[in-house]
């Protein structure tokens, strides 16, 4: 009981930071329907800014924050106006492949200035253990699950309240009709990817917290796909519900059978769920039977 | 389609035809001339990324098949290499399979594995479907590293070399006659195909399915059928990667190797034979013509530390700005080009 | 529809013309000379930007200081090494091999499993002698793989020496092996479960999933069975964060590296999880005191670098290479240098000293396994220092 206890914290949280993690993804493609290759990066950049800030800069964990989301934001625009923006109005997956080059792109700069060399990532956010419910709970995880909570209250928040929010929706909708109704498809989508690189800052932060700042960190963008399906691509509560089921599923499956299962059984509960709920546990239903 | 100006056609079969006028007959000829010429005229070095692009053609073929042609997005192109691979190398190593029949068995194991793996393609569509595709990958990559007592597990697969009535095909200038004779029937398997019913009805659901189904294609069998087809081809691919190198390991199939052949097939161009292939002569011999270049650039020694991640950008920056120039790819180029000359000098 | 197959070709056949146009001028055959006052060509191919280039990077450095170094002393014949980045992507690898084949190597320095498992059958086939860093014991054959030098201590005498210094710390004790869910990590598994048996030591293997945040699902499984050592087939970065979650987890589990844990990396990305790991590292780190570790040393600090900085992989790049240069010394004294010669040279030389960096290396026409043993080295005080001396695996 006291392994299963701590085997469903453990996989909670974990899904919470995976959580965060995907919500670049699901922001981005809401808006644009573009599957973002370069958020893996988007982590490993808000992790090294933070990293630079606080100790080679020696500068308070907060100022290191607010820089990584200057650049994290700054980021986005030029991104959206350098390379998407002459790309509205071509064929999704030429915009995909662009994201692809863009992750080497980044992936580049990264190494030019910082080396491939991993770096601990400074303990701004407490370590420790504390005891609940008989399971032994680091405190970073109660952090990151406080951090998610919030993060993704913000966000949903923002989609259904704010003018800028539900524009975005419209947009995800139906560009045409957006465009229709005086919504700015440019300004949408700058702020779509501004927004990305904010929550791949908390991402980053927590993530690079756990493994270390590396080149590593941006191939947890692949770990994050089954988080954003599991629970419907274009949903934020989804992508919460997906990933704790995904958390959940390969902590039980790392702790009661092992073998490298683990990695497989979250692809294969995703294959499952989508035979029966083709988008997801929570995304939009617009089921075609053709 | 488009011909040249002053043609007119009367049949159908005259529409259809591969070529249409003697100038492309001619064409074809010194296409030939240059194909068999090619080898003898490069170094020993590129001569290998011919025969490597000559297996990839094979294999971005099939994955334009099933993404460029019939819409169906997939990024288990690696697995799929992984299927044909090892079945065509554990049936010459293991059940000592004569060389063209372990070939043939993985063209059909790997299409009978993409079509089960492709079942999920009959209720998702676009994203969806590509992270079932997804997980195809990482299942097959599982049971790669961890079948041992089918794959070898811990250590790789060796392969013999493989003998075609009696000529033992081994270095790059015999495979060099292997591949690129495969590589040109893929090409003209996967042309002809296109202008079968079949092609077109792929063309139909990638277009609009439901429409397609209205006109009386049926999706489920021919979403099925295009798994069935595209996965043949990289089966294909993928037993020659096996026979070539002589060796097999997992490390060769991964999920990178999906998103290369995707990006082939886009910087290319979807849906066309020939965006196959400039494709996959694009992503392989431009890496290595950025190593030249570096090698030329090595008098800058400030610059050494960093080259292998300014290669790198070089090669990610090539392929955004070119798709922000040109998002329908390489063989879009290539026809402008065409077109351009065939006004040249009156526009 | 037009004559598309034809014009694919023809463009097919443009591009790969126009390439090898631009390739011809660097086209050099001329191949490894004999005498003293040749030069002779060796090939890298190495990973520095690629999935572990974080460690690549730094082995890379060694081979290519150690080539400066040795070509500035001008003893033997003069060394010229043609390198590449291959990104740890096989297929790369596979063009560069035939890169550097026609660019007349006579002796080729890998880096890890995937290059080393992807070359061995072609490197086999034209003779030429290859060492990395990769020391998977299926390579140290011969009679399978003649031209393969496994330079370093086996990962399986690696697990071998683990093992037999728990079994001294605490008999009977149960040992938790964790690995990397790979070829590369499943390697020392058998040979750890038979000399686990042999010695009475419980013995189970765990592989860590790529990509996880923790490995506290692990972890669980190794406390019910009782786990008083966790040994780390693994890269530093995924060892670290096992250690983290060790110290989190309050577990009463002693952490036993094997080489590619046991750097300097691992201790600063782990931090106080560090404290007391155990090593089993056949390279000595640069924070020991060793004959060997003076010749890199000075040559980082003459050039402008610090070995602290570049740390243990860089000393085994060095010696790796340093080998190698040893043989090709021999070979050149007997005649032609040619990658048969170089190949019977490192066969019969005497056991090769490195100062105490390493155990000795020495290979014989029926073993290709270079060191049997290696130095234990402990986490005290944020550093590595020497725990025991030289064990051997039998």
């Known amino acids: 009981m006291e392994t299963f206890i701590q085997l469903t914290i453990n996989g909670l949280s974990n899904g919470a930071i995976l959580a965060l993690a995907a919500l670049g993804f699901v922001l981005i493609y809401k808006a644009t329907g573009v599957i973002n290759f370069a958020q893996g990066e988007f982590l490993l950049i808000a992790g090294f800014v ?3 800030m606080l100790v080679e800069v020696g500068s308070p964990w907060f100022v290191g924050v607010g820089v990584a989301i200057v650049v994290a934001i700054a980021l986005g ?7 998407l923006r002459p790309m509205v109005g071509q064929p999704v997956i030429s915009v995909i492949m662009v994201t692809i080059g863009l992750s080497a792109v980044l992936g580049a700069i990264v190494q030019i200035i910082w080396g491939t060399r991993p770096r601990a990532f400074p303990e701004f956010i407490p370590a420790g253990s504390v005891e609940l419910f008989g399971a032994t709970v680091p405190e970073n995880r109660l952090w990151a699950i406080g951090i998610v909570a919030v ?11 704010s003018r800028e929010g539900i524009a975005m929706r419209a947009v995800a909708d139906d560009q045409q009709a957006a465009l229709a109704q005086g919504i700015s498809l440019r300004r949408t989508f700058a702020l779509a990817w501004a927004l990305a690189g904010v929550s791949a800052v908390f991402g980053g932060a927590l993530v690079t917290n756990l493994v270390g700042v590396s080149g590593a960190i941006s191939s947890f963008g692949l770990l994050v796909f089954p988080v954003v399906i599991v629970g419907g691509l274009d949903s934020v509560g989804g992508a919460v519900a997906g990933g704790a089921i995904i958390g959940l599923l390969s902590s039980y499956t790392g702790g009661y059978v092992g073998g490298g299962l683990e990695t497989v059984i979250p692809y294969m509960a995703l294959l499952a769920i989508l035979l029966v709920r083709p988008y997801g546990l929570f995304g939009q239903t617009r089921i075609e039977r053709v | 389609m488009a011909a040249a100006t002053g043609i007119h056609h009367t049949t159908y079969g005259a529409d259809l035809a591969l070529r249409h006028t003697r100038a492309e007959h001619a064409r074809l000829a010194l296409m030939l001339v240059a194909l068999v010429a090619l080898p003898f005229l490069v170094s020993p070095y590129w001569l290998t990324i011919v025969n490597q692009i000559g297996i990839a053609v094979i294999g971005a073929i099939g994955l334009n098949i099933l993404v460029g042609f019939t819409g169906q997005i997939s990024l288990g192109q690696g697995g799929f290499l992984a299927v044909g691979a090892y079945t065509s190398g554990l049936l010459a190593a293991r059940s000592g399979f004569p060389f063209p029949l372990d070939m043939a068995a993985a063209v059909l194991v790997t299409a009978v594995i993409g079509t089960l793996f492709g079942l999920p393609a009959l209720r998702l569509k676009g994203l969806y479907l590509a992270i079932a595709t997804l997980a195809s990958q990482q299942i097959i990559l599982w049971v790669v590293t961890h079948w041992d007592a089918v794959t070898g597990g811990t250590s790789a697969l060796v392969v013999p070399p493989a003998v075609l009535l009696g000529w033992q095909i081994n270095g790059d200038m015999s495979w060099y006659w292997v591949i690129a004779a495969l590589a040109t029937l893929a090409t003209l398997a996967a042309t002809n195909l296109m202008r079968t019913g079949m092609g077109r009805a792929f063309v139909a659901i990638r277009d609009h399915d439901v429409a397609a189904e209205v006109i009386g294609v049926d999706p489920f069998r021919y979403k099925m059928l295009a798994f069935f087809v595209a996965s043949a081809f990289v089966g294909l691919a993928g037993a020659l990667t096996a026979r070539y190198n002589l060796i097999v390991t997992w490390e060769r199939f991964t999920f990178d190797v999906s998103i290369l052949y995707l990006a082939m097939i886009i910087v290319g161009g979807l849906g066309s034979i020939s965006g196959a292939i400039y494709g996959a002569a694009f992503m392989i011999a431009v890496p290595a013509w950025i190593e030249d270049l570096s090698r030329n650039l090595s008098g800058l020694a400030f610059l050494q530390p960093d080259m292998p991640a300014i290669q790198q950008l070089i090669f990610g920056a090539t392929i955004v700005l070119f798709l922000v120039f040109e998002p329908r790819g390489l063989a879009r180029v290539w026809q402008r080009v065409q077109e351009y000359f065939r006004l040249w000098p009156f526009r | 529809m037009s004559s598309k197959w034809i014009r694919t070709t023809a463009a097919a056949a443009a591009i790969v013309l126009a390439g090898s146009i631009t390739a011809c001028g660097s086209d050099d055959t001329s191949s490894g000379g004999s005498g003293s006052d040749q030069t002779v060509k060796v090939g890298g191919i190495f990973d520095l930007s690629g999935a572990t280039a974080d460690v690549g990077t730094p082995y ?3 081979i290519k200081g150690f080539v400066k170094d040795y070509d500035r002393q001008g003893d033997g014949p003069k060394i010229e090494l043609t390198s590449e980045d291959y990104k740890y992507d096989v297929a790369v690898a596979e063009r560069l091999y035939s890169r550097l084949k026609s660019d007349g190597v006579v002796a080729i320095q890998g880096w890890g499993t995937g290059d080393t498992e992807a070359l061995r059958v072609k490197i086999t086939a034209d003779r030429l002698p290859f060492m990395s860093a990769s020391y998977a014991e299926t390579l140290t054959k011969p009679s399978d793989t003649p031209f393969n030098f496994v330079v370093a201590t086996s990962y399986s005498d690696q697990m071998r020496i683990a093992l037999k210094w728990i079994d001294e710390q605490s008999s009977g004790a149960q040992v938790a092996s964790f690995h990397h869910d790979s070829p590369f990590g499943e390697s020392p598994q058998k040979a750890g479960a038979q000399t686990a048996k042999q010695l009475h030591l419980g013995f189970q293997s765990y592989a860590m999933p790529a990509e996880a945040t923790d490995y506290v699902p692990q972890l669980r499984r190794a406390q019910s ?17 096992l250690a983290k979650n060790i110290a989190e987890q309050k577990l009463d589990m002693k952490v036993v590296c094997l080489n590619w844990c046991g750097d300097e990396l691992f201790v600063d990305l782990a931090g106080k999880a560090a404290a007391g790991t155990v090593g089993v590292m056949p390279w000595a780190p640069a924070s020991v005191k060793a004959d060997g570790l003076a010749q890199p040393r000075t040559y980082l600090s003459k050039s402008g670098g610090s070995l602290d900085k570049q740390g243990l992989h860089y000393v ?9 240069a040893e043989g090709i010394k021999r070979a050149a004294g007997k005649g032609k240098v040619t990658g048969e010669s170089i190949k019977q040279a490192l066969e019969q030389m005497d056991a090769f000293d490195t100062g105490g960096v390493s155990a000795p290396v020495d290979f014989t026409a029926t073993s290709h396994a270079g060191m049997k043993g290696s130095k234990l080295y402990v986490v005290k005080d944020g550093k590595w220092s020497a725990l025991t001396k030289l064990e051997n695996a039998s």
């Open chain 1, 50 to 52: 933070i990293w630079f």
């Open chain 3, 225 to 241: 069975q009782g786990a008083k050592f966790v040994v780390i087939q693994n890269v530093a970065t995924p060892a670290a964060q």
């Open chain 1, 151 to 161: 993060a993704l209250a913000g966000f949903t928040t923002f989609y259904s309240r």
């Open chain 3, 60 to 62: 890379a450095d060694g």
């Open chain 1, 77 to 83: 625009l030029v991104i959206e106006r350098v390379i």
């Open chain 3, 316 to 324: 085994q790049g060095w010696y790796t290479m340093a080998l190698m």
